[in-house]
């Protein structure tokens, strides 16, 4: 019988082997949200670009992908912010601090603000969506002159469900634009109340008020409010090349091998997760299994 040769570990994708990462501080962002902030116990953090993704992995329990939520110029430590969903999601979370984690990283497409020098930049983020745009909204208020306007269009389900409450203070600081909606008020929200595609109509909702023609947007979220506010950009004028989504549907392997993440032609992981509506539009309503 021949025996069969084990690959050389030099020859694998560094993406295909999980590296020990120890978490060393966790905030508590709503009460099913905790962003964990780790680092590698040996060797160095890998530079990552905004909106590419790490697939992590609990002992015993299994991986998941989950985008990586710090500013690129964070040198000690990638964040990394988890809802509570089911196995995977509960054992990272609840990893203590000192805890240790797997982590490979960093993968898939960037949004594409390098290729954005003028006109006006929108980001539109529904619940966790504005995790995977954090690290492009820090780069984006670092360089708010080169832009006519930086605008963030944000919304959850409950007003304690909208996260990131000091950043977005500070971006709002600074220059960028903030209007925020919830689909259910409580007794001290005064925002407006409705779902994130109603704050693209500017008026009584406070929203950005889109100049189609120069407008380039960055879209997070649940798929049904990526589809229609990208169907909503699209009536006011916004080309379908520049309206940018985030597709992070059910990846497994990270290399495409697996095909689990395929979303008609596409593998999410090997062509995305960032990718502009006039390639994927046609393919964005088909179900996840």
Known sequence: MTAIKAPDAAALSPLLIPRPYRVVDKIDEADDVVTLHVRPVTGTLPRFEPAQVGMLGAFGVGEAAISISSDVDTVDHHAYTIRRAGPISNALVDTPIGGIITVRSPFGTPWPLPEVTTGNLLIVAGGL????????????????????????????????????????????????????????????????????????????????????????????GPDIMMHVTARALLERGVAPERIWLTLERNMQCGNALCGHCQLGPFIVCRDGPVVDYATIGRFHSVVEL
């Open 129 to 220: 969506g504005i995790a995977p745009l954090r690290a492009a909204i820090e780069q984006a208020v670092r360089r708010i002159d080169r832009f006519s306007s930086v605008s963030l269009a944000y919304g959850a389900k409950r007003p304690d469900q909208l996260l990131y409450g000091p950043d977005r203070a500070r971006w709002e600081a600074v220059g960028l634009a903030v209007s925020t909606i919830v689909d259910v008020g409580d007794t001290d929200w005064t925002g407006p109340v409705g779902l994130v595609p109603d704050l693209l109509d500017g008026g009584d909702h406070g929203g950005p008020v889109i100049d189609g023609a120069d407008t380039t947007a960055f879209l997070c």
